[in-house]
Each structure stands twice: as C-alpha cells, then as structure tokens.
C-alpha cells in the first residue's frame, strides 16, 4: 500500500442494515455477513471442518498456526476460531500459538461488531475483548494480542490485491489454512477475481489448505489453476456444496523486482535464546514479546532497568496527525492505536496499576496553528476515539484547569510511568535480567553471539537485539549509525493547590500530567548534542516558565517555585535524522556497499538482489521521546522478523524503520 503524500483518511465502513433477528446485510452487495438459519454452525461447517480444524492442531507441527480470511466482516470467523483454539485438545510438538491473519476493505465501527454480535450469547466473552482491541479504521495493518500473546489477530484494512501483495513482499509462504469469505462472487467480484489464486498461492506453506462456501466453477478452476487440489463437500444447510483444497506443490516463488535490499537473502530461523541489550522501554519490550513465545531471554544492562531516557517519573502517549500520509505519521498512529490498546490490556488484567504506573485518562495537546485545526476537524469527524478538535472551554472541562487556546484532544492517551513499565515487562519466567554489567560488547562467535564486559563473559546465544539508546553506535558493527543525543531535563513538582484538578495529560512546549503522590513530573527541554549530566538551574525555570505559559491559572504557584532547588533528572533521547526509530536486522554494511554500489550513480537503478544481513543481529533504537508510544510495536515487528512470522506493518512502513536505509540513502546521494 503506497501511501505516501497522498490524502490522510480513514476507510469507510459499510451501510449496513439490520434483520429482525439482529442480523446485519449489506445493501452495496445485497448480502447477508452469515446464514439466517444458523451463523455459528455455518462458520464451523464451512471453515473450521472444510480445513480439518481443530483436528490439524492437535498433530505435530510448527510452534504456529496461521489461519488468513479474505473478508473478516463481523469477526465471526475468528471468534469461532479462537473458541476452538481455546478448547483443543494441546499435543506435545503440537502448534502453540495462533495467528490470524484477516483483510477487509471495509471494516465495521466497533458498535456494529457489538451489535452483529449480540446474537451469539456463547461468544460473548471473546466479542468483549476483540471490542477493547478492536482498531482505529485507518488503512493499514493492526495487530492484537489476546490470551497473553498466545492468540494473536492481524487486521489487514484495504483492497485484497494491495493487501495480498504486501503480505506476499518478503516472498515467505506463510499461511496453514485460508478462510476464502467474503460475499457472493456474482455480487462482490473483486473478492474473487483471477488474480488473486496466485498470490494466495504463493502465501501458502506446504500442505496448506482452504475452504470458501462458494462452488462456483471460475472459483473452483482458478484454484486448481494456481495449484491446489481442488474439490467438492456438501455445503451448509440449503446450499449443496462448497469447495475445499489443498496445495499440491510450494509454486515458484516470482523474481525480485526493484531493489529489495530490505528482504534477507538468509530467511531467519526461529531461535531458541536471545540477547538483548539495554534494559530501557525498547529492550523490555522487545524481551517480553520474544518471551510471549516461548524464547528464553537474556537482558543485559550496564546500569538499572531504566536507567537512561526511559527513567522519567511520568510520560505521555503522544502521536502525530497530519492531513497527508507520510511514514512518519503513519507509524505514529499505528504504533499509538497498539500501545494505547497494550496497556489499556495491562491495567485490565492487574498488572499495571492505575494512577500509580499510569492512567489512560486521555491528553489535550496544545495547537495555535488554526489552519491546521480547520484542515483535520473534517477528518477527525468520524474518528472520534482517535482525536477530537477541542475549543478552550471545552478543554478546560476535560482537563479540569483553565486552558487559554484549541487543540487536540485524545480520549485514548493519558501518561505512563516508563520505569513502572518496563518492571512490569519483566516479570515473566523466560526473562533473565543482568543489570549494573558495566559496558558490554557484543562479539561474533561460532554459532551465534556473544556478550562480554571487560575480560568477563556475560552471556552467549544465536541472536541479539541491541535495544541500548545512545550507546548503539558503540557496538563495533554498528559504528555507521546516524544516531543524535538530545539532552533532556525533567523537574519535579510537589502537588499544588493550582494543579490539583487536573484530571488529564497536558502537552504544550512540554508536558504535565495529573500528580501521584510524588507530585507531577514535567518538562523536558531539548538540546541536541548536549552531554553535560548536571541539573542546571536554568532548565528548571525553562520548565516551569513554558508551564505557566500552558496553565495561566497556576502562573502564581509556579512562580513561587522559580527560586527552589527542585528535584529532577537529565537523559538523552535516541533520535535519527529522519525522526523514526530504526528497527530491524542488521545490516552487513561492507555488503551493501558492494550489493548496491551502482545506486551511487543514479538511485533509481533496479537492483533485483536480496539484502545482506549481519545473521542473528538486530537493532531497535532511535525512539527519542516518543517511546512510551514506539516501543510496543516496534518490539511486536522485530519479534515477527526474528521468527518468520507475519509482519504487523505494511512493507512501506517496515522499509521506512530498517536500519539498512541510511545507507540507501547515502549510496542514493553518493555520500559512502
């Protein structure tokens, strides 16, 4: 999906209308989303049965099993699917994890996934908490983790073809059974179309199978077309045969077109332990989602579990919204719309604790540029979970203190206690953390990767991640890096009588959030390039002096303060040139120079050659002051190229984070 400078929006969601039985149609395709007579026994008959489920997961086989839906509708597919995932009998080498990987052009409000599923009493539990993690209708990939990570759902919004495409980029089959949905041939035929049996083809492992409701003979020749062994079993209830398959050969995987540097030459094994080094908000992540499957972890840090950027008291989930689509701003709302679902799970389940490690109690971001405002407020119109245009007074109510200008509002956000966090990632019994090691290098070894201090051993094992911030660039492989230091001071302030209704996140020049009982942490200043680790005296006024700006109400209480030796820290943010973080394997950079060296003539020429990647090695840094919203998702992507799986981002996306691009660039521009 090409994205890119063209118009910001959301997708549309259907017209629907509604049955007696509270059923929903579909009038721009005159259809119904499931049976009349008995949706649930017509998911099972058709899917589940027609691809031999739950039979296959109780047989050996890989530690996953992905299931991928041309249509996810009303999510009764999944809902069936996870319900029986839940139940199954579990066999020893049998799949561990379900992943469901599911496209729709035009995805359902979530009222109307409640409402379509109101019906089916028996799958209420599962329906309220696909609600809670239900996404924002943005175009794009939306990941979803359910049952500890165990269960995860992929929500692919867009046009099947562009959709298909993506997720057949990296050229790996990833799929074990197709749920072939969707409306009727006859009345949506862009869901069935010729050109989409290869590509789902290609998508295939070995002995994948599928199942479609359909019998229609163009269907039932462009399978057998594409490869799969095609045939005919009695359909559900009136209808007198379906069609079900499976692939009879792995096709020909299709040449590479372009310049594919991002692609791995060497497609990655899934490792059995990993190192990750820094035990900030990226490196906590990124141990607890390889954790989440079943991967023993090692975390190494030279200080405290966060100990550098990621050690401020309170911080805000902040995104950014722009009228037109960039990277950037893509994979700020993306990465947003899946951490603000990410902790909304945590305070749910008990593991974060609500006013103490953080609150979603939503944030008013200041704005005085009044085109922009007028420029969003339409787009906005239909996304109000995502933000909402606020006029002062309306502000000053949701905030609980006196607001002089318009903003953003963001019912979603609200502040986090980064250090709070990132204890929490770590309580999980495949993580080991090392911390206070002193510096640690990393050296290549035999089989793998090792970590030493000094002349001291730490820890050895295939794969590692260097999740350390600033000190990436340390790593001798990694000396190229374009990373910055940005010196930020934060200020501590004791609870006030002027800020004591303030009830959710404030971002002006700085930020503030609603107190704990140490009071309310605030700031930061931005100084790129400053090294000095000293709390200074000036910070602090700037701090309190860019607050009194944003809190006129309280201008008196902190002016008082301006003469006070308040407490506070200083840190460096990781940023890159470009403001996105870098994650991703690494590469062989002398490789690449030698692999793409002909772009430094002119950066248009196609290079049809795979990149060449350092094995085992990965990086996820460069989040700057942003990763409290990053992290999440950035650990999710890295997780998923670590182990083969289905990416949760878009390849444009994942290009625009691959630490591989700067030299790209550079090669493009002739610098290297």
């Known amino acids: 999906m090409e994205r890119c400078n063209s118009l910001w929006q959301p997708l549309p969601g259907p017209s629907l ?3 007696d039985d509270g059923s929903p149609v579909a009038p721009a395709f005159a259809d119904v989303y499931y049976s009349r007579d008995n949706g649930l026994a017509e998911g099972r008959h058709v899917f589940l049965a027609g691809n031999a489920l739950p039979a296959r997961w109780a047989s050996p086989g890989a530690e996953r099993f992905v299931v991928a839906e041309t249509g996810f509708g009303t999510g009764l597919n999944f809902l069936l699917t996870w319900q029986a995932w839940r139940t199954r009998a579990t066999v020893p080498g049998a799949p561990r994890r379900l992943h469901y990987v599911a496209l729709e052009k035009f995805p359902l409000e979530v009222a109307q996934l409640q409402r379509a599923g109101a019906i089916w009493p028996e799958l209420a539990p599962l329906l309220a908490e696909l609600s809670t993690q239900y996404p924002l209708p943005l175009p794009g990939s939306h990941r979803a983790l359910f049952d500890r990570g165990e269960v995860v759902l992929d929500l692919w919004w867009g046009d099947i073809s562009a959709v298909l495409e993506d997720l ?41 199978t599928f199942a479609t409701f359909t019998a229609a003979g163009a269907v ?48 990655p094994a899934m490792p059995g332990e990993v190192l990750v080094i820094g035990a900030g908000l990226a490196g906590c992540h990124t141990a607890a989602a390889l954790a989440r499957r079943g991967i023993r972890v090692t975390l ?11 050690g401020n008291a309170q911080g805000v989930l902040y995104t950014r919204l722009s009228h037109r689509h960039s990277p950037l701003t893509d994979f700020a709302l993306a990465s947003f719309d899946f951490a603000s679902r990410h902790y909304r799970a945590g305070f749910a389940d008990g593991v974060l604790q ?4 953080g609150e979603l109690c939503g944030s008013f971001h200041q704005v005085a540029d009044s085109r922009e405002l007028e420029r969003m407020a339409p787009l906005l119109a239909p996304l109000s979970s995502l933000a909402q245009v606020l006029d002062a007074d309306r502000a000053s109510a949701l905030l609980g203190i006196a607001q002089p200008g318009t903003g953003f509002w963001y019912p979603n956000s609200g502040w986090m206690s980064p250090p ?44 590692a991640v260097i999740a350390a911030g600033t000190h990436c660039g340390d790593f001798g492989p990694l000396h190229w890096l374009p990373l910055k230091a940005i010196r930020g001071q934060t200020t501590q302030l004791p609870p006030l009588p002027d800020l004591a209704g303030l009830r959710a996140a404030l971002c002006h020049k700085g930020y503030i959030a609603p107190a704990t009982a140490a009071g309310h942490c605030i700031g930061a200043t931005f100084d790129p390039g400053d090294m000095d680790p000293e709390l200074r005296r000036p910070d602090q006024v700037q701090n309190l002096e860019q607050l009194a700006l944003a809190l006129p109400a309280a201008q008196s209480s902190l002016a008082g303060l301006a003469d006070s030796s308040l407490p506070g820290r200083t840190g460096w943010r990781c940023a890159s040139p470009d403001y996105l973080p870098l994650v991703g394997p690494v590469p062989d950079r ?25 094995p085992g090695l990965y990086l996820n840094t460069g989040h700057g002051s942003r990763g409290l919203t990053s992290t999440p998702l950035a650990a999710e992507l890295l997780a998923s190229q670590l ?30």
Not at 354 to 357: C, E, Y
């Open 354 to 357: 609500v006013r103490v490690d």
């Open 168 to 208: 057949g980029h990296a050229r790996t089959p990833l799929v074990d059974a197709w749920y072939l949905d969707g409306f009727a041939p006859a009345r949506n035929p862009a869901m069935w179309q010729p050109s989409l049996w290869p590509a789902i083809a290609a998508l295939s492992r070995p002995a994948a």
């Open 643 to 672: 182990c083969g799986e289905p990416l949760p981002l878009e390849p444009e996306l994942i290009r625009a984070l691959a630490p591989a691009r700067f030299l790209i660039r550079d090669l493009g521009r002739n610098r290297i």
């Open 420 to 463: 709070a966090v990132c204890r929490q990632l770590l309580r999980h019994p495949l993580i080991t953390l090392r911390d206070n090691c002193g510096p640690v290098q990393l050296q290549r070894v035999e089989g793998g990767w090792q970590a030493i201090s000094g002349c001291e051993m730490l820890a050895r094992a295939p794969t």
């Open 17 to 19: 209308q509604w049955q």
């Open 590 to 614: 002398e490789a690449f120079l030698c692999d793409y060296g002909p772009l430094r003539d002119n950066a248009r020429t196609a290079i049809p050659r795979a990149g060449r990647y350092l």
């Open 220 to 267: 039932r020749r462009g399978l057998g077309d594409a490869g799969f062994e095609v045939r005919k079993t009695p359909g559900f209830g009136r209808k007198r045969e379906q069609l079900c398959g499976r692939l009879r050969a792995t096709p020909r995987p299709m040449p590479l077109q372009g310049t594919p540097w991002d692609i791995p030459a060497q497609a």
């Open 300 to 310: 190494l840090d030279q200080g405290n579990v966060a100990d550098g950027a990621s």
